[in-house]
């Protein structure tokens, strides 16, 4: 505000008003009478003048500072100027400066792309330069050096230098190259012959006797078998000829090692079963052709070591025995040593000639073809070379052995052993003896089936006479029991039985259910031509099936519960029942087919009670007279056919429970009398009382052959 102004504004009065319409001193101008606001106004008056002489005189006595103030200013506005004109200059130097890295980074980056050039041309060259050039120890060490280990890093220097001479195209090209390719030939040449001299030498060393071919191979040839590799690349003519020599030395070694093992333990090898050792053959003594020599085979090697003085009164050659014990521990077994088994005086029977024998070959043949494998890389045909030596002397004594053999169950453990080795190979993951053993099963299958028809012929070509079937005269006692050859046959079917468990086989299953029929039809044919009526021949028959399961259940799980046991178990239950009818028949036919006609199984079943009772009372009286002498004589019957005594008894039980159920029928409380009427009432009261036939029949079932 102006004080000096004339006009004063009065604009926005009102709401100063307004706005301080509460102060205290706005409240007394605005409510005060008009003498006082006079006097207020000449005092506010008053006061803003002497106010404003105080700011004179107060301006004026500063003025001197104030002019102190104006010069400082100027001087700080000189100094600003100046450091403006210092700043300039600094932006200018630092656009400078910037232009100036910027040419750094620019000739940074070029020198930096011309290092990475220089290093890539350094490196392919001086990767160039190493490979071409041929240093003079190197010269040195190739041509003087004896072959050895430290050879071996010669070697490979001086092929990587020639692999590089002759697959590297710029190479192939350079000028430098015709100064040291014929140093490099030289050298190549004198390596070679070298390294011929130095392999012909130690395969040599594996002709010497008693020299332990493993060892050699594994700690002395393995070492150096980079050399082949060498050899192989850089000098195939004399390759050639070194493989060729390792083939014919191993070759030889092998096949004389082999064949002489084999020869010698098949000098040890005796004949368990000739061609006489049939099912329908003569019977055989305990020293005679069918003694067998599997008894006692003790663990490990010695399971394998059978001696024939042990076996004298041992088990019949169609028996399995203890001779699956070859099967044991096939992985882990060794062979047999040859000296520790003619010290013994031990013979051996096929299947444990043929174990050891394929044994051997397969721990040879694993080790070889390992060896091979790795020292001779992928030369996969060179292993086929120098084991077929080998292969051929155990093929020729394993033609020779199964040719001759008529032992059935020595055959069907050879063909196990070498089924269980074909997966002792799989396992080791060598397939080096795939197509042997192969051969080996065409050997040994077909010869299996010549002898099992041969038993089977034996079994057609016997006669249907009973002293026949007994290998001699039969007596009137003997001519219902057991057959030799019912046994022989049961043995027989066990053992092959038992031993194809492991593996399926159609054909042999085929094969065994064709023997099988062929023993029932000649055993059918034997009974048919016995005297004595059905009863003679129901219990031949029965005797001899009951042969066969006892033979059958002793074996195995798998063959004790198999179909060939089924069908024979079957066979016994029907033809046990007709026995127990047709003895029955022989003492009480009356009776037996008066029940079976009156009780509802014949076609007059609703005849009258009077006439039942009328026809029933004299086989009544009958039966009372005579039932105790009857059931005596059904006990001597029945245990004279079944030598057997388990047998007879159970046969007899069977009867007189039969006897039993048809006496209860006719007789009992819901029988044929109780339906009869009053006369069939009487009729009872004369049978005999079912506790007094309970203790008859319990008497007569506890009897044995003494009594």
């Not at 002019?67 to 130097?93: N, R, Y």
């Not at 590297?168 to 390596?191: F, H, S, W, Y």
């Not at 026949?468 to 019912?486: D, F, H, I, K, R």
């Not at 066979?571 to 022989?586: G, H, I, K, M, P």
Request: aromatic share 6%; glycine share 6%; with cysteine.
């Amino acid at each position: 505000l102006d004080i000096t102004s004339s006009e004063v504004p009065l604009d926005g009065l009102e709401e100063e008003l307004s706005r301080f319409a509460d102060h205290e001193v706005v409240q007394q101008i605005l409510h005060g009478d008009a003498s006082e606001l006079k006097d207020t106004v000449r005092y506010v008056d008053a006061t803003l003048r002497e106010a404003e002489m105080a700011s004179i005189q107060d301006y004026v006595a500063q003025s001197e500072n104030l002019l102190a103030l104006h010069e400082h200013i100027k001087g700080c506005d000189g100094i600003l100027e100046h450091m403006e004109s210092l700043l300039v200059g600094f932006q200018t130097d630092l656009g400078n400066i910037s232009s100036e890295i910027k040419s750094l980074q620019e000739q940074s980056s070029t020198l930096s792309i011309r290092l990475k050039n220089r290093k890539a041309a350094e490196e392919e060259l001086g990767a160039f330069v190493e490979n071409l050039t041929v240093p003079p120890q190197l010269i040195t060490n190739i041509l003087e050096s004896e072959v050895n280990e430290e050879y071996m890093g010669y070697i490979l220097e001086l092929q990587n230098k020639l692999e590089f001479t002759t697959m590297d195209e710029k190479a192939k090209t350079a000028a430098a190259l015709k100064d040291v390719e014929p140093e490099l030939e030289r050298m190549r040449v004198k390596a070679v012959a070298k390294v011929r001299e130095f392999l012909l030498q130690r395969f040599y060393a594996l002709r010497k006797p008693k020299t332990n071919i493993q060892i050699h191979q594994q700690h002395v040839l393995m070492k150096f078998k980079h050399l082949t590799a060498f050899l192989k690349l850089h000098g195939p003519e004399v390759f050639v000829e070194v493989r060729a020599a390792y083939v014919e030395t191993m070759g030889r070694v092998l096949r004389q090692a082999i064949g002489s093992y084999v020869s010698a333990l098949g000098r040890l090898q005796t004949e368990v079963a000739t061609r006489n050792d049939l099912l329908a053959g003569p019977e055989m003594g305990a020293a005679g052709p069918g003694s067998s020599l599997f008894g006692a085979l003790a663990s490990g090697r010695g399971r394998e070591e059978t001696s024939a003085r042990a076996r004298a009164g041992g088990a019949s050659v169609f028996a399995l025995g203890n001779r699956a014990n070859v099967l044991k521990d096939l992985d882990t077994n060794p062979p047999l040593i040859v000296h520790q088994v003619e010290a013994k005086g031990i013979r051996l029977p096929p299947e444990h000639v043929f174990r050891s024998t394929h044994k051997l070959l397969m721990d040879t043949a694993t080790s070889e073809y390992l060896f091979c494998a790795d020292f001779w890389s992928t030369d996969q045909a060179i292993f086929r070379e120098l084991f077929a030596g080998a292969i051929a002397a155990v093929e020729e004594q394993l033609q020779s052995s199964v040719t001759g053999c008529n032992d059935c169950v020595g055959l069907m453990l050879m063909i196990r052993v070498a089924h269980e080795h074909q997966l002792v190979m799989t396992r080791r993951r060598v397939p080096s003896l795939d197509t042997y053993f192969d051969k080996v099963n065409l050997l040994l299958w077909p010869r299996f089936k010549q002898v099992l028809d041969a038993h089977m012929q034996s079994l057609t070509a016997l006669g249907n006479e009973r002293s026949v079937g007994l290998g001699g005269a039969a007596t009137s006692a003997s001519e219902q029991q057991a057959l030799p050859m019912a046994k022989r046959y049961a043995e027989l079917t066990a053992a092959v039985l038992a031993l194809k468990a492991d593996f399926a086989d159609a054909q042999l299953e085929h094969n065994m259910e064709r023997l099988r029929l062929a023993m029932v039809d000649k055993l059918g044919k034997l009974a048919a031509n016995l005297a004595g009526g059905p009863r003679a021949q129901g219990a031949f028959l029965i005797n001899n099936y009951n042969s066969i399961l006892t033979v059958l259940r002793e074996a195995a799980e798998g063959v004790a519960h198999g179909p060939t046991a089924s069908a024979f178990e079957e066979q016994l239950r029907l033809l046990t029942q007709r026995f127990v009818e047709e003895e029955l028949a022989s003492h009480f036919k009356a009776l037996i087919d008066f029940v079976q006609q009156r009780d509802g199984t014949g076609g007059d079943a609703d005849a009258g009670a009077e006439e039942v009772a009328a026809e029933a009372a004299p086989l009544l009286r009958e039966f009372g007279a005579r039932w105790k002498a009857s059931i005596e004589q059904i006990h001597k019957e029945v245990l004279a056919f079944f030598g057997n005594l388990a047998l007879g008894m159970d046969v007899l039980q069977r009867t007189l429970s039969q006897l039993l159920i048809y006496y209860t029928r006719l007789a009992g409380p819901e029988g044929i009398l109780a339906r009869a009427g009053p006369a069939g009432a009487e009729l009872r009261k004369e049978a005999i009382s079912q506790p007094s036939m309970l203790y008859e029949i319990k008497k007569h079932s506890s009897r044995n052959f003494g009594t």
